[in-house]
């Protein structure tokens, strides 16, 4: 071999803008919130009975994605347990996310599993989870506080079981107590539970807005100082990020993605981050998401889909309901799948305008009534690319059917 250096060694050598890109992701806690300081107390003031042994009420806390709510409760969290130790107390407080830890034996299990209990995480009995975490947190004197984020998820599954039997698990304990943060980004998911456990559940509701452009700047600054080298940023850079997310219903996690998108963009071209890095990395960032969408449309959603971008192939026009339906009826022949009704086909497209994928919008055609005229304004070969990912559709990747439907 001519030269046996890694071939990482010369990327490793390379300058980076980068200090600690780390300090950018979602995954890592800062010490400090700008802008959050009423939220935090607040929560920290229903929290404190905890440290005197005694049961904090029960919180609510609802807010769009990206406003905070995890990284709020996870620092008053590690305060409480911190301020505990302190004191001699025993505040545990633990943290499942009910996107992944989706169903109630796996709530019970985890938490179980928390305080060492060897509860295998499926093949028990629920009662016996139960019964097994009861001991748990009663072997003990202690208060446990269970945050449970994207709670909406886990009722939406499995139903408020699990909220029923952490609710009424402080009237099994002789010793400890338990006290419950539910976390969501629904605003509405409550109007589903059992009226006894929503009034439980929700002794105390704590809203988290979103944050505007000002905010979001102070919060993009404060990680931008440790993330990103001193002179690899123009100063017009965190502003914009700040105005993109702000449009987008005021998400810190969108305005953080967006800063280190970009920064990621001028690096690979050896250049300091500038307004236009940010300007491709929302582009590049928006095209992601609609992708990760399109993959898990359900089939039908993905023939409407499909229908539509060949007929942009063909004509970057508009398009009409009626048209889509046609070529829509062609592909779901083509690949034999039920071909469903055209008011269906209408509603699947409002999902797909819903969903940010196409634009439609309502013309009158005068005594004709009203159609919708659609358009797309993303790539269409990378949805292509994506739809025909999926194995029914892989049929229809070199069909191209005649467009003379048009009158
Ligand atoms: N006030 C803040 N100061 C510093 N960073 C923040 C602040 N608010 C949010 N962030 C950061 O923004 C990102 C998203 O925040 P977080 O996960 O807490 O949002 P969320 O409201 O829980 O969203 P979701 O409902 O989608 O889970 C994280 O990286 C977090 O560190």
């Known amino acids: 071999m001519e030269d046996s250096s890694s071939i990482f060694d010369k990327l490793l050598e390379e300058d980076g803008i980068f200090e600690n890109k780390e300090i950018l992701r979602p995954s890592y806690t800062p010490n400090r919130l700008p802008h959050r300081s009423k939220q935090v107390n607040e929560i920290a003031r229903i929290l404190v009975p905890a440290l005197k042994g005694e049961t904090p009420s029960n919180i609510l806390i609802y807010g769009k994605t990206g406003t905070g709510k995890t990284v709020a409760v996870k620092h008053v969290g590690r305060e409480l347990e911190k301020k505990g130790e302190e004191l001699n107390v025993d505040c545990s407080v633990i943290y499942l996310n009910c996107k992944v830890v989706d169903t109630q034996y796996r709530a019970l299990a985890h938490i179980a599993r928390h305080f060492d209990k060897d509860v295998p995480l499926t093949g ?19 208060v446990a506080t269970i945050m449970l984020d994207e709670i909406d998820r886990i009722i939406g599954k499995s139903g408020d079981d699990i909220l029923y039997n952490l609710s009424r698990i402080n009237s099994d304990l002789e010793r400890s107590k338990v006290s419950i943060i539910g976390i969501s980004n629904d605003l509405k998911f409550t109007e589903v539970l059992d009226p006894r456990i929503k009034s439980s559940l929700g002794e105390e509701d704590i809203i988290f807005p979103p944050y505007n452009a000002d905010q979001l700047r102070d919060i993009l600054q404060q990680r931008a100082e440790r993330a990103i080298k001193e002179g690899a940023i123009n100063s017009e ?41 940010v300007r491709k990395a929302q582009e590049k960032i928006e095209l992601d998401r609609v992708l990760e969408v399109v993959r898990t449309l359900p089939t039908q959603s993905k023939v409407v889909l499909l229908a539509i971008v060949k007929h942009q192939e063909c004509d970057r026009n508009t398009l009409t309901t009626g048209e889509v339906y046609e070529m829509y009826k062609k592909l779901a022949r083509k690949i034999d799948i039920e071909t469903l009704t055209q008011r269906r086909i209408t509603d699947l497209i409002s999902e797909l305008d819903m969903l940010g994928i196409i634009n439609a919008v309502v013309v009158s055609k005068g005594r004709y009534g009203r159609t919708k005229e659609i358009s797309m304004n993303m790539s269409i070969d990378e949805i292509q690319n994506v739809l025909l990912t999926d194995y029914r559709l892989q049929n229809l990747k070199d069909y191209c059917p005649s467009t003379q439907t048009k009158l």
């Open 124 to 142: 028990w009995p629920t009662d016996q989870v139960y019964h097994e975490l009861k001991d748990a947190l009663d072997d003990r004197k202690k």
């Open 237 to 277: 850079v965190i502003p914009l990020c700040a105005a993109f997310a702000a449009q987008e219903h005021g998400d810190a996690r969108r305005a953080l993605d967006l800063l280190r998108v970009s920064g990621e963009l001028a690096e690979k071209n050896g250049e300091e981050i500038r307004p236009e890095h």
